[in-house]
């Protein structure tokens, strides 16, 4: 079973914020949360990573709840380069599962 | 530096063909991993090398796959014999700490 669960889709308008949700209520106390991007036609793109304190970087922030069973991915200043699929992913052994993410269409 | 290197870009293939993808990770990174993309699965993992050695392979569909990594600066995936459900876009990645994989721009395989 998936570890994690996004919204399928999202639209944002340019230069607004894009706020990215994701569950993962059953990940444990020592587990990271990790993101990548996938811009069409590309490999995925690391993003950012955090485990219980919010991380920002300079492509994203990532926000964190104190119980851990979500977190949410901000872009502060959505542009059309950012509309991509964007995935939210908890380790599984020594793998990162990817799952269908989310697909976030910026527009102008 | 140049990312991850995949060659070719794209390949169409028989059915029955023996297919090599080639993959050329950053320089200075000691993880490799091959990943696969259909729209049907999504992108599945199909195995990974640390230091060179296979790590975990349990993604690799079927015998018909096979990978090496003869050295710290080329890998390859090998398909023998090619099927039409083989068709995908395949991702070589590197990394020096597994959660921060680079990934390469892909190969386009078709298997008609």
Request: glycine fraction near 6%; charge should be neutral; include cysteine.
């Amino acid at each position: 079973d998936a570890k994690t669960t996004q919204p399928t889709s999202m639209d944002c308008a340019e230069g607004r914020a894009a706020n990215l949700p994701c569950n993962h209520s059953t990940i444990s106390g020592n587990e990271y949360v990790y993101w990548y991007r996938q811009i069409h036609s590309q490999g995925p793109q690391y993003i950012i990573h955090g485990l219980k304190n919010n991380e920002t970087n300079e492509m994203a922030s990532l926000i964190i709840t104190e119980d851990r069973k979500s977190s949410t991915l901000i872009l502060p200043h959505a542009t059309l380069r950012d509309t991509a699929v964007y995935y939210c992913i908890v380790r599984e052994g020594n793998k990162l599962v990817f799952g269908a993410g989310t697909i976030l269409r910026v527009k102008s | 530096d140049a990312g991850v290197i995949q060659s070719p870009r794209h390949e169409v293939t028989e059915m029955g063909q023996e297919v090599t993808l080639r993959c050329k990770p950053i320089s200075g990174h000691n993880s490799l991993f091959w990943y696969r993309q259909t729209m049907m699965r999504g992108l599945e993992l199909l195995i990974y090398f640390n230091n060179n050695v296979p790590i975990d392979d349990s993604g690799m569909p079927e015998d018909r796959f096979s990978a090496k990594m003869p050295n710290a600066s080329f890998s390859t995936l090998k398909i023998q014999p090619s099927e039409p459900r083989d068709s995908a876009v395949y991702f070589c990645a590197s990394g020096s700490r597994f959660y921060e994989q680079y990934f390469g721009p892909g190969t386009r395989l078709t298997v008609t």
